[in-house]
């Protein structure tokens, strides 16, 4: 089979599958990005982009101009297909893998000998498997992997994602990557895919210890920061500055405790442990455990909120809850990113909107408008207007363009400080 992959399509134009997608162009492949998002599509084609990540306009730009990128929602013959859908829980945290399935299933018509498919798509342990299995079910013509020996006709190979929000671009060249193939042949093959950009190792393994590499990952982050947040219950039961804690304690040489927050977003970190503890739920205790401390922050936040808000009408003699305005600063999972996906910060200002009888703000710099979903009776504002109008301010994510603000400002508000940005 050729390593020489001159047409590549890209299944998931989101914030990892668009990226990927526009570094392949860069290197003067033919890309094909297919979605089923019409608005994403069209938003690709004429040469722009539908999500906020630094490069990434320009990159894509120039690649559509340049005819080596263009997006459809239809798959099309190619010679190298990745897949970067999402994978949710539903349930019991139960995963949800249609996604992927859909994904293969859309494409197994327009397969053909010597193709090779990459799942991106983080995903419970044994999915790429099942992704062969998917694509066997519509293509009986076609040979897939199976075994670690088998010669097939398509190679089917497993290479999650490892890059930070903000700067997708630059980790996408410069990480290492983890490829994991049903079989030798298929990792190779999928090494010399990644070669055409990334400039990072690409270390072989197999599909199922690649699969479990990334919800380690992820699952090592969450149970650190669960620790962190942990401490701050602890700190704010006992009277502690927890921020001042924290900086004390990692004066020690071998110590580096992470910030506390108020829960824990995005796409990875917030989903991929359940995974495990799904596979494994007797043994992952400590990943169950974090995964719960940190899903429980958000209700302690709004606590909180309410406590605050408590103590500003003690204060004020004759005000009623609905005289209080709250405003909540920050939506994003993390800073200076636009990127709303499992925000703690979303699920408190829903919570403070739902049940808050006064007026509730959302100060959000990088969205323009709000999700139609969960947010009613929340209201999407500037910051300058939201410091003028708050009574109790929920400072849920440290955006750049808070910190630009005079500290004055806030003088004779009540402070709900969930992430440090006062400390």
């Known amino acids: 089979m050729s390593n020489t992959f001159?047409?590549?399509?890209?299944?998931?134009?989101?914030?990892?599958?668009?990226?990927?997608?526009?570094?392949f162009a860069s290197r003067k492949k033919m890309v094909l990005g297919i979605d089923i998002n019409q608005h994403a599509v069209d938003t690709i084609n004429n040469g722009q982009t539908h999500i906020i990540e630094p490069e990434l306009d320009m990159i894509v730009g120039a690649a559509v101009q340049q005819g080596y990128l263009k997006a459809s929602t239809t798959p099309q013959p190619a010679d190298a297909f990745l897949i970067a859908v999402p994978t949710p829980f539903r349930g019991d945290h139960e995963p949800d893998v249609t996604y992927v399935e859909a994904a293969a299933r859309s494409i197994a018509p327009v397969l053909k000998k010597g193709d090779l498919v990459i799942l991106e798509s983080t995903s419970p342990v044994g999915t790429t498997e099942r992704l062969a299995t998917w694509l066997a079910e519509v293509r009986p013509d076609l040979k897939f992997p199976v075994g670690p020996d088998d010669v097939a006709d398509?190679?089917?190979?497993?290479c999650p994602e490892r890059v930070l929000p903000g700067k997708v671009i630059h980790e996408l060249v410069v990480n290492d990557r983890i490829i994991g193939g049903i079989t030798r042949s298929c990792s190779a093959r999928a090494i010399a895919l990644y070669k055409i950009f990334v400039e990072g190792e690409c270390i072989e393994t197999d599909s199922r210890t690649a699969e479990m590499c990334k919800l380690t990952e992820n699952s090592f982050r969450d149970v650190n920061i669960a620790f962190a947040n942990e401490l701050s219950l602890i700190c704010d039961k006992l009277g502690i500055n927890v921020w001042e804690l924290i900086s004390l304690a990692n004066r020690h040489p071998r110590v580096n405790i992470l910030r506390p927050g108020p829960g824990v977003g995005g796409h990875c970190i917030a989903v991929d442990p359940w995974f495990i503890v799904h596979s494994a739920p007797e043994q992952a205790r400590i990943i169950r455990s974090a995964r719960e401390v940190n899903d429980s922050k958000p209700h302690w936040v709004v606590d909180k909120v309410n406590a605050e808000i408590t103590k500003y009408l003690c204060a004020h003699d004759g005000w009623t809850a609905s005289d209080v305005?709250?405003?909540?600063?920050?939506?994003?999972?993390?800073?200076?990113?636009?990127?709303?996906?499992?925000?703690?910060?979303?699920?408190?200002?829903?919570?403070?909107?739902?049940?808050?009888?006064?007026?509730?703000?959302?100060?959000?710099?990088?969205?323009?408008?709000?999700?139609?979903a969960s947010?009613?009776?929340?209201e999407l504002c500037g910051t300058d207007d939201a410091i003028a109008a708050a009574h109790v301010v929920v400072m849920l994510v440290p955006h750049k363009a808070f910190r630009e603000v005079p500290s004055n400002l806030f003088d004779g508000k009540a402070i709900v400080d969930a992430c440090g940005f006062f400390a």
């Open 325 to 372: 305005t709250v405003a909540c600063f920050g939506l994003a999972f993390k800073p200076d990113i636009d990127d709303l996906r499992e925000s703690p910060a979303v699920d408190i200002a829903a919570a403070i909107g739902k049940a808050h009888p006064g007026q509730v703000i959302a100060v959000e710099p990088n969205i323009s408008a709000l999700p139609p």
């Open 375 to 378: 947010m009613h009776g929340v």
């Open 6 to 23: 001159d047409f590549i399509a890209m299944v998931g134009l989101g914030y990892i599958g668009l990226p990927t997608a526009a570094m």
């Open 154 to 158: 398509v190679n089917i190979a497993y």
